[in-house]
């Protein structure tokens, strides 16, 4: 069945589709319950599947994170919901330790199939520490996975993935573009591979990859550039860890440009890695530099200045231009 | 706030202080107890004397702590699930872990916390405190599914001032999970004293924050043990919810085998610490029962030292996993990153190549 | 708002008395107005109403305590939109109409490489550019044909000393391509004879008279009629004629194809044959008219030249080549007599074709071109 909605309803849909099709499927976090989450995501699933699959917890994040691992050892497959990326710290220990490692330190006798939500990114005037972007932290870690969906359509398909995911995967959800963009989503159980890239946009002079909120500006830009003669190429990453290098080398060898946007702070983060690959496996396909486009290396400001640390259109269309008339 | 003296039924020479159960007018458990307090004594003594030689790691001693595990391993069903910190060595092998792979994470082997045997076990928990909330996890599940399971989990008194234990008790309690926290309060966390870890009278009043009830046992007598695991289990297999055993016993071995204790604890207070020990403790009583002797007492310290030593000999024989088990288990379906760069860490091993071990040719 | 509740009127008061209403229920009030006074442990205080609205109800009679935070009246007003957040603005979807999101997974297919530029580090291309060479025009002798600085440079002295190369362009390309896969992959043989024309009447149309006895030889040894492939090693033997002609022009070489020679009348072909030379001449030749061929004809006999080894362009497998019409002394019943005679040149792919083929085929141009009139 068809449903017009946007990312936030689209991660209720699927949440409800997979909850009702797999008994072993619970929710636990704060307020997602009689409250239906601070953002509405688990809106009407108390109601449905009642208290012992959609669980209230006391407020600790880092028991949030550690029950549900040792839920997941039973077999259980919990989808624990951060309320902000910004409170995931406490969280880390337990994820970094013990989710992340579970299935390794066992040789696969016990494992970890958990999904951790967490709204993140910027943009929405929100008070301090409720605009975090630190993905990179997370992609650094091995034995997680890291999904980043970008619309409606693929926040469904991509949820229903993390969800049937043998793993831990951590689910970031830009909570900038929650509601600002409806979509048809059929709500057919299809899940989206993780571990894939998706190609937006084809075009032949240069390739843009970012992931997130950033998609939509990276779009908006790619649309300008059209009118003027340059023809992008737009990936969405979508899955931060493990990478889908293929799909980005095979645009770079087709375009020989190659500009990466991302919201989160420049040093460590996601793009310097993808350059590294590119300059590793695609030198000499590479007719410019690499350029990214982020934001700065500080704490994201105070709302007020927000807008001059998150990169606009403008930004990415002024680093198109740059690396397409390097000579 | 309770002003209970710890549970008791055995003074430190083995006598009873108040009358005991009727049980224990029967052999069977007590010998059995007995049995494994011994073999783990053992098993403790080979593994530091194996570190010592270079052919274990670094290896955290359960000396001292014989009357709190072995009781709570044997009034366990095979059905609950052990989730423990890094001194329940005798837990494990008394649940059915091969003496030799016990040795085997200490040996730098994962594979000492896969055996099958484990069932569904938590391995050991090195970041402190950390067990206590997948024990709640576990737990949870087994609320969920309605099953007549119980989580028992282990933590130090050291551990007990960590965030996550204070959240595991609030959340056993507040979700009245089928979970038992035993704190072995052996008085040292590292160099650290209980009297600097806590202002709290007792570890045990930490559960009245989280709504549960908490208990001080003897952790030196394995009748108390007994008696109070047996009570905490019944309470969660009837869905009453958590309970908070704090069994005092000493530290008597260093931290880890990289520690010197004598840095920072007098030796009058070891010595004072073995005149409680368990093992003898338990052994007084068995003899007062007329349960055991002198001749029965060589056989059993042969017979252990023996499977240890088998055991011991064996663990040195196991070689090392091969190197694609580096890359072998940290997702279900390994990715093209990991793919690459194990056929990195192969080749680098062979002849010629970075990381080779053998002998050049 | 809604509710308007008990503020916190300093110092962590936790609560209030009520002790009179300035305003009723269904009143309509202003910003600032005082609604009520209420005492507090420390003061009698008035509050004054944080918005403009309508009072639909009032909580609480003089003398009953309000706890700080509880309503104290309620305004007409819609139910809060219930926005979804506890913090921030999420900014809602403009339209509300619903757009379908396309996109691949993983890359496109057909993504190639495309652009066909030369392998060649930064630090190369900076120096090509610098000495202003093309790098497409050189072969790189590095790894994998990387361009390696010194192919740069070399190229860079011999442009210096001879000027630089042009690069082959359009049909020159072309041509230098097909004789390039040409000598790769063919066996040619070449036999040569000579044909007598004497007994020609004037004027006749030697193109013609070569494209006929094509026909009439393929007829006879179907086997020259044919393309071969030699990744598989097997043969497609046509059941049409389809004959490329060689022309020469300003621009290089080309070679238009008449169709199906074997099957039309002679009005047909000479009428095919006239098109021909006229979108030659015009350069009007359609691209598919210069495709499929099957046996070639190269009549090079319009400029100079006697025998040769014409080239067999794949998948064919011959090529027959006529020289310029000569008289020459001839030997006939012990006489000699003067012929004239036209040279041919047959080249054939001895992987496809056999020596004994290719004679019966040469004997049967021979045959017809020998004959007075078709």
């Given at each position: 069945m068809k449903h017009n909605v946007c990312l936030l309803e689209a991660v209720n849909l699927a949440l409800a589709s997979e909850m009702r099709k797999d008994e072993e499927v619970v929710i636990l976090g704060e307020d997602v319950g009689v409250n239906g989450g601070v953002f509405r995501a688990t809106a009407n699933l108390r109601d449905e599947f009642g208290l012992k699959r959609v669980m209230d917890t006391p407020l600790a994040e880092t028991m949030i994170a550690g029950v549900s691992i040792g839920m997941a050892s039973q077999g259980l497959k919990p989808i624990a919901e951060?309320?902000?990326?910004?409170?995931i710290f406490p969280a880390l220990e337990q994820i970094i330790c013990h989710a992340a490692r579970l299935r390794n330190r066992t040789r696969g006798r016990l494992s970890c199939p958990l999904v951790i939500r967490a709204p993140f990114g910027g943009g929405?005037?929100?008070?301090?520490?409720?605009?975090?972007?630190?993905?990179a932290l997370l992609a650094h870690i091995p034995g997680l996975k890291v999904v980043v969906p970008s619309s409606p359509a693929r926040a469904y398909g991509l949820l229903l993935a993390a969800i049937r995911d043998p793993d831990p995967v951590i689910f970031l959800e830009p909570k900038r573009i929650y509601r600002s963009q409806q979509q048809e989503v059929e709500d057919n159980a299809n899940a989206l591979p993780i571990g894939s890239c998706f190609t937006l946009r084809e075009g032949s002079d240069i390739t843009l990859v970012s992931w997130g909120a950033m998609i939509t500006e990276t779009l908006s830009a790619a649309e300008s550039l059209s009118n003027e003669g340059v023809n992008c190429e737009v990936i969405?990453?979508?899955?931060?860890?493990?990478?889908?290098?293929e799909t980005i080398l095979i645009s770079v060898r087709k375009t020989g440009r190659l500009v990466i946007i991302h919201e989160?702070?420049?040093?460590?983060?996601v793009g310097a890695d993808i350059s590294a690959i590119v300059a590793e496996q695609a030198l000499l396909d590479l007719q410019a530099p690499v350029v990214r486009v982020t934001g700065y290396?500080?704490?994201?400001?105070?709302?007020?200045?927000?807008k001059h640390y998150l990169p606009n259109s403008q930004d990415i269309i002024d680093a198109v231009k740059q690396t397409v008339e390097f000579v | 706030m309770k002003t209970l003296?710890?549970?008791?039924?055995?003074?430190?020479?083995?006598?009873?202080?108040q009358p005991c159960p009727e049980?224990?007018?029967?052999?069977d458990w007590l010998l059995r107890c007995y049995h494994y307090m011994v073999l783990a004594r053992q098993f403790d003594t080979k593994a530091i004397a194996l570190q010592r030689t270079g052919q274990l790691g670094t290896y955290a001693s359960l000396l001292g702590s014989e009357g709190i595990d072995v009781p709570v391993a044997l009034s366990m069903k095979s059905t609950d699930v052990l989730v423990p910190y890094y001194r329940n060595h005798a837990c494990q092998i008394i649940r059915g872990m091969p003496l030799e792979e016990a040795f085997l994470y200490w040996g730098g082997d994962e594979r000492g916390n896969s055996?099958?045997?484990?069932?569904?076990d938590f391995p050991?928990?090195?970041?402190?405190?950390t067990q206590s909330l997948h024990a709640c996890g576990v737990a949870s599940a087994f609320k969920i599914r309605n099953q007549k399971r119980a989580a028992v989990t282990f933590i130090g008194d050291g551990g007990t001032s960590k965030g996550d234990f204070m959240e595991a008790l609030n959340v056993a309690g507040v979700w009245q999970l089928p979970v038992v926290f035993i704190i072995n309060?052996?008085?040292?966390a590292i160099s650290i004293p209980r009297q600097i870890q806590?202002?709290?009278?007792?570890?045990?009043?930490k559960a009245v924050a989280a709504g549960i009830p908490g208990i001080q046992v003897d952790g030196n007598d394995p009748i108390a043990m007994h008696e109070a695991i047996h009570n905490a289990l019944n309470r969660a297999y009837e869905g009453k919810g958590a309970t908070l055993i704090e069994a005092i016993s000493y530290?008597?071995?260093?931290?880890?085998?990289?520690?010197?204790?004598t840095r920072y604890r007098s030796n009058d207070e070891l010595k004072s610490a073995w005149e409680r020990d368990p093992i003898k403790r338990l052994r007084n009583f068995l003899a007062l029962q007329n349960f055991w002797d002198e001749s029965k007492e060589q056989a059993l310290l042969q017979e252990t030292h023996q499977l240890v030593q088998e055991a011991a000999n064996k663990y040195i024989e196991i070689s090392p996993q091969k190197i694609d088990s580096i890359f072998d288990y940290l997702y279900a379906e390994p990715n093209s990153q990991l793919i690459e760069q194990k056929d990195w860490a192969i080749v680098k091993a062979m002849q010629g190549g970075s990381h080779f071990e053998g002998e050049s040719s | 708002m809604k509710y308007f509740k008990l503020p916190?009127?300093?110092?962590?008061?936790p609560e209030a008395e009520i002790i009179e209403w300035h305003i009723a229920e269904g009143q309509c009030v202003e910003t600032d107005q005082i609604l009520v006074s209420v005492e507090t442990a420390k003061a009698i205080i008035e509050i004054p109403s944080p918005q403009t609205g309508k009072v639909t109800h009032l909580f609480g009679q003089p003398g009953d305590t309000i706890h700080t935070g509880e309503p104290l009246l309620e305004f007409e007003g819609?139910?809060?939109?219930?926005?979804?957040?506890?913090v921030g603005e999420i900014p809602q979807a403009q339209e509300q109409t619903a757009t379908t999101d396309e996109f691949i997974i993983g890359a496109p297919s057909g993504?190639?490489?495309?652009?066909?530029e030369s392998k060649a580090t930064p630090a190369v291309r900076a120096l090509a550019k610098r000495l202003n060479?093309?790098?497409?025009?050189i072969k790189g002798?590095?790894?994998?044909?990387l361009i390696t600085p010194t192919d740069v440079e070399k190229t860079a002295k011999l442009d210096r000393a001879h000027g630089k190369a042009s690069p082959l362009k359009g049909v020159r390309k072309h041509m230098a391509l097909a004789m390039i896969k040409s000598h790769q992959e063919i066996v040619p043989v070449t036999i040569n004879e000579d044909a007598n024309i004497d007994i020609w009447p004037k004027n006749t149309d030697i193109t013609f008279r070569l494209i006929h006895a094509i026909a009439q030889a393929c007829k006879k040894?179907?086997?020259?009629n044919a393309w071969f492939d030699s990744s598989s090693l097997s043969r497609r033997i046509h059941s049409t004629i389809t004959l490329g002609v060689a022309v020469d022009t300003p621009q290089g070489l080309f070679v238009p194809v008449l169709r199906d020679i074997g099957n039309r009348d002679q009005a047909d072909l000479r009428n095919g044959l006239n098109l021909l030379r006229e979108d030659v001449k015009n350069r009007t030749?359609?691209?598919?008219?210069?495709?499929?061929?099957t046996i070639t004809l190269s009549n090079f006999g319009t400029i100079a030249g006697r025998y040769a080894n014409p080239i067999i362009v794949p998948p064919q497998v011959a090529i027959l080549g006529a020289g310029v019409i000569r008289q020459e002394p001839k030997v006939v019943n012990n006489e000699i007599i003067i012929q004239r005679i036209m040279p041919l040149s047959l080249s054939f792919d001895h992987r496809a074709l056999t020596g004994g083929e290719a004679a019966r085929f040469l004997m049967a141009i021979l045959n017809d071109l020998q004959q007075e009139t078709t």
């Open positions: 951060i309320q902000f990326m910004g409170f929405i005037h929100a008070p301090e520490h409720h605009s975090e972007s630190t993905e969405d990453v979508a899955t931060i860890s493990p990478l889908d290098v989160a702070p420049r040093t460590g983060g290396d500080t704490v994201m400001p105070y709302f007020r200045l927000e | 003296p710890p549970l008791q039924y055995l003074d430190q020479e083995g006598q009873p202080s049980w224990c007018n029967k052999p055996s099958v045997q484990m069932g569904e050991n928990a090195v970041p402190i405190a309060n052996n008085q040292w806590s202002a709290a009278a007792q570890l045990a009043d530290r008597l071995g260093d931290h880890t085998t990289a520690d010197d204790a | 916190d009127l300093g110092e962590g008061l819609d139910e809060e939109n219930d926005s979804g957040t506890v993504s190639s490489h495309i652009r066909g060479i093309d790098l497409n025009q002798s590095g790894q994998n044909g040894v179907p086997e020259f030749i359609p691209a598919k008219e210069l495709q499929g061929a």
